[in-house]
């Protein structure tokens, strides 16, 4: 390994880059998508002869969004590349490399999506005026552009999310226009706008202060497109689900509650069917122009709909297996090929290792244990922290650790292999069997005692 080995202490790995990517995706596809395809649906309407009201809907919403959009929707995009080239970086050098041209275009989408966005945002007041097709046009542009680039991101992280996909071939077809392409690019657009939706949705229940005819209309039309952009949604993930090997769907409830939630096995699917009911409740609700059942039912229902994206965002990091990228290289950044070639003549991990921790106050053999948990485990389990190793193995002897660590690819199919020689795994399992015991003692009378 040519880059150093970081973790996240504590909070770990996954949950850090799920932190920062949740929220990107609710800011990237929710308000950049959605509630923009919302707010020029109005601007259009207004232009199209059926009122001044639903510009000015769509006005007063989109100095907000446009803040959030390009500072925190911006900033929280750029962390995903900073946190995971951190954490990931031979992962993240590979991927560039298989698809630079992808990531070069969207990025020249992106930058695009933006200059229209501060365009279509500062010549709002002089368009609207004199040249209103105009400012239409802009919106439009803009919403084209944004959905190209969820097509091109739906195409890259298609690869890396379907496990059965590109290793055979390694074609550049094979990777990108995958199985999951077109679930997960509709899905992208659809639960977008479907949350864009929402947001808007919430915003007329509270704050619009028009006319109450006005009001009415603006909640009709957001619920129809509320309840049909959820609706295909839906559809789109059970598509994407289908279609991933039924290896890596067996343990979505653990996958998505983690293990201690997984224990009640009903709490995963009960809570989804109460957001699918307050989801169609609420469309049903504004389709019928209730406004105070609407303000009643849009916080709760916005709660459940994150929710519901960060499960999704979990399974879907669970059901790529073991893998980072699919049949090249694991999820702890060890290719394939130098796991295999180590197995194949017991050879030692750690001369490979350019980069080790010594760390003050252990031994050379803990350190060496301690730079071979990093290496092997350290990408999904923390010592104390969320998915911590210590708890897993409290009360286990040492030669049951051992074996552990030699069967950990059969144990569930998200579980990488361990890479290195019989006599590092032993080190491994020593290391692992210090941290887990390392509270107990044995009691020893004290002779003064009587």
């Known amino acids: ?76 995009g750029v962390g995903i590349w900073f946190i995971t080239g951190a954490l990931a970086p031979e992962g993240i050098g590979s991927l560039i490399h298989l698809f630079f041209w992808p990531w070069f275009i969207e990025w020249g989408a992106f930058t695009t999506e933006v200059a229209l966005l501060l365009v279509y ?32 991101i739906s195409g890259i992280l298609g690869f890396m999310l379907t496990p059965d996909g590109w290793p055979w071939g390694q074609t550049f077809r ?106 169609l409740t609420t469309a049903l609700t504004a389709l019928l122009r209730r406004k105070w059942l609407c303000r009643l039912l849009c916080i709760p229902t916005v709660i459940l709909c994150v929710g519901l994206v960060m499960e999704f965002e979990r399974i879907r990091e669970f059901v790529r297996g073991p893998y980072l990228l699919p049949g090249y290289m694991y999820a702890n950044q060890i290719p394939m090929a130098e796991n295999l070639a180590l197995a194949a003549g017991n050879q030692a991990l750690l001369p490979r290792m350019r980069w080790i ?50 069967i950990t690819q059969n144990l569930a199919p998200f579980m990488t292999p361990f890479s290195g020689s019989d006599q590092e795994r032993l080190l491994l399992a020593s290391y692992l069997y210090t941290l887990a015991n390392r509270d107990s003692r044995l009691h020893q009378p004290d002779p003064r005692e009587k």
């Not at 308000?31 to 007063?60: C, D, E, H, N, Y």
């Not at 653990?254 to 997984?262: G, M, Q, R, W």
């Open 357 to 406: 921790n010594n760390a003050a106050g252990l031994s050379p053999e803990s350190r060496d244990g301690c730079a071979l948990f990093a290496a092997n485990c350290g990408v999904c389990h923390t010592e104390d922290g969320i998915n911590g190793i210590r708890e897993r193995l409290a009360g286990r002897t040492l030669d049951g650790i051992n074996a552990i660590t030699g």
């Open 1 to 76: 390994m040519i880059f150093p080995i970081l973790h996240i202490p504590g909070l770990g790995d996954g949950m850090t880059i799920a932190l920062d990517a949740v929220l990107h995706v609710l800011i990237s596809h929710g308000l950049a998508i959605g509630l923009m395809s919302m707010l020029v649906l109005f601007q259009t309407l207004t232009w199209l002869g059926k009122g001044p009201s639903w510009a000015r809907i769509s006005r007063g919403l989109l100095g907000p969004v446009v803040v959030v959009t390009t500072s925190i929707g911006a900033v929280t």
């Open 174 to 279: 094979e990777a990108y226009f995958n199985p999951t392409f077109l679930p997960q690019f509709f899905l992208r657009v659809a639960g977008g706008l479907s949350l864009g939706a929402l947001c808007l949705l919430a915003w007329i229940a509270w704050r619009f202060t028009g006319a109450g005819e006005e009001r009415r209309r603006a909640l009709r039309l957001t619920g129809a497109v509320f309840l049909g952009a959820s609706l295909i949604t839906a559809a789109c993930a059970f598509v994407y689900f289908s279609r991933v090997p039924q290896t890596y769907l067996t343990h979505w409830k653990f996958a998505a509650a983690t293990s201690y939630l997984s224990q009640s096995p009903h709490l995963l699917p009960a809570l989804n069917g109460l957001a699918a009911l307050c989801i």
């Open 121 to 152: 945002y500062y010549l709002w007041d002089r368009l609207a005026q004199d040249r209103p097709g105009v400012l239409v046009a802009l919106g439009w542009g803009y919403v084209a552009v944004a959905v190209s680039s969820a097509f091109l």
